[in-house]
């Protein structure tokens, strides 16, 4: 195959906080990046050597200009990439006040990557791909939808592995209970499922609303939703579950058993991007053929890595750098 991984979904120019500690609306200054949860696993799995293609779409302005460079200077494959002439790329603006406040505002009132289509998808070299990244946002609104449940259809006829992260934005949908509808409609399609205790429970719960306005699980919340991710390995014994529980480390339920890999602890600068760097460790891992219980190590390194610098999808480590941080830890 001609290429490791695709990813689809929406894309952003991301303004970073320059100022670490500074509430929001006293920030002066400002460091441009790209961002998106799928465009930030691309970034993320392109540094650590993979063969990588951003599927996503971007407006016919200037700051569409700035995305396709900033793509390109990080080796990710744009070749697909369409532009929409009449929206506009997506922005997001970051503020960063560790250890637990990183606000996030999104400029998404007519973002073009919602406007991916299935003839973009027609372009796309789906079956030349080793795998590829869905996105539960991309599901949200537009033919960015349409565009997404063609390609996992396709990948799932093909030796392409599927992966999606749950990626649950809440202000994107326009009920709580869309996001589930949706995403449910294709997992039986999905090989690799990654999300957080929240995300899964907004997934598979009857009643999601908690994790659907951004309200952290009780304990009986939890163990709810370790009963829904049990129901649902029932109906599909095929998909890896990949459940990250923040200081916990992260649990992989997979078709030998459950395996608890423990996370490294870090002092904390930023976490916005740990959870892409931690997906794009993880599908590494996947694709050189480790066990769970190694790729699943590589995959919280790669996110560790990420809360104690600044800024995203620059912040994203190289394989080097991981290695580094592992072997340091475990001798």
């Not at 960015?144 to 599927?162: H, K, N």
Request: negative net charge; proline residues 5%.
């Amino acid at each position: 195959m001609r290429y490791d991984l695709m990813t689809i979904g929406r894309v952003s120019m991301d303004l970073f906080s320059l100022q670490i500690g500074a509430p929001f609306s006293q920030i002066e200054f400002f460091e441009s990046s790209v961002g998106g949860s799928p465009t930030n696993i691309a970034i993320g799995s392109s540094r650590l050597g993979l063969n990588t293609i951003a599927m996503t779409a971007v407006g016919d302005d200037p700051v569409g200009d700035f995305v396709l460079r900033y793509l390109a200077d990080e080796n990710v494959n744009t070749d697909f990439i369409p532009r929409k002439p009449n929206a506009r790329t997506g922005l997001a603006v970051l503020g960063i006040e560790p250890p637990d406040r990183f606000p996030l505002v999104f400029y998404r009132e007519n973002p073009a990557d919602i406007h991916l289509s299935i003839d973009d998808m027609l372009t796309a070299p789906i079956i030349d791909c080793r795998a590829i990244l869905l996105s539960g946002t991309a599901l949200s609104r537009g033919t960015c939808r349409d565009a997404t449940l063609f390609a996992t259809e396709i990948a799932s006829q093909a030796e392409t592995t599927v992966f999606m992260d749950l990626d649950v934005r809440p202000d994107q949908w326009q009920h709580p209970l869309a996001y589930g509808i949706n995403v449910r409609s294709l997992l039986h399609n999905v090989d690799v499922i990654i999300g957080t205790e929240e995300e899964f429970y907004a997934a598979l719960a009857p009643h999601p609303e908690p994790a659907m306005q951004g309200q952290s699980l009780d304990v009986a919340m939890k163990q709810d939703g370790l009963a829904l991710i049990d129901r649902f390995r029932e109906k599909h014994p095929q998909a890896t579950i990949v459940l990250k529980r923040g200081a916990e480390g992260v649990r992989v339920y997979h078709s030998s058993g459950t395996d608890d890999i423990a996370g490294f602890p870090v002092d904390v600068v930023n976490t916005v991007g740990a959870g892409d760097a931690f997906a794009s460790g993880l599908i590494y891992g996947n694709l050189q053929g480790w066990e769970w219980h190694k790729a699943g190590q590589f995959a919280n390194a790669s996110g560790a890595i990420v809360v104690t610098r600044h800024g995203c999808s620059q912040a994203m480590p190289k394989l080097s750098e991981v290695e580094t941080f592992i072997n340091q830890r475990t001798k």
